[in-house]
């Protein structure tokens, strides 16, 4: 293979049980092997499902914030408790437990990144 410049904003990067590494298309779907490394650009709340819960059963994921600033949030775990907030500004990330409900608002346009293991990932809509 002839090493070449990946555009990570078009594509992710698949890092595969066996050390391989492949630039694909991004897709959330179940059947793909190995971790996966998102990068993208957000202009609205929209463009990161902000209406929507989302959870990886497979793994904890990495959410990163490379420039812009957002809000991470993480559903309540019992019925009295509040959502937890995490504000991330470029350069910071946090870990999202594994099988934990979690969210995204922008402040502003942002680039994002995000590692985890695509499989049994789920949507659910936001009903408050």
């Not at 066996?18 to 957000?42: I, K, N, Y």
């Not at 929507?52 to 904890?60: K, L, M, P, T, V």
């Not at 504000?87 to 922008?106: D, Y």
Request: glycine share 8%; hydrophobic share 35%; proline share 5%.
């Amino acid at each position: 293979m002839t090493p070449t410049a990946l555009d990570i904003f078009a594509r992710v990067i698949r890092f595969h049980p066996d050390g391989s590494m492949l630039d694909d298309e991004f897709r959330m779907t179940d059947g793909l092997e190995g971790w996966q490394l998102a990068t993208f650009h957000a202009e609205t709340d929209e463009d990161v499902h902000a209406d929507h819960w989302e959870i990886h059963h497979s793994a904890d994921e990495l959410v990163c914030c490379l420039s812009g600033a957002m809000r991470l949030y993480l559903r309540a775990q019992q019925p009295d408790d509040e959502e937890e907030m995490v504000a991330l500004t470029s350069g910071t990330g946090c870990i999202v437990p594994r099988g934990r409900w979690h969210r995204i608002e922008l402040d502003g346009p942002t680039d994002l990144m995000s590692v985890t293991l695509p499989h049994g990932s789920r949507l659910e809509r936001r009903t408050a």
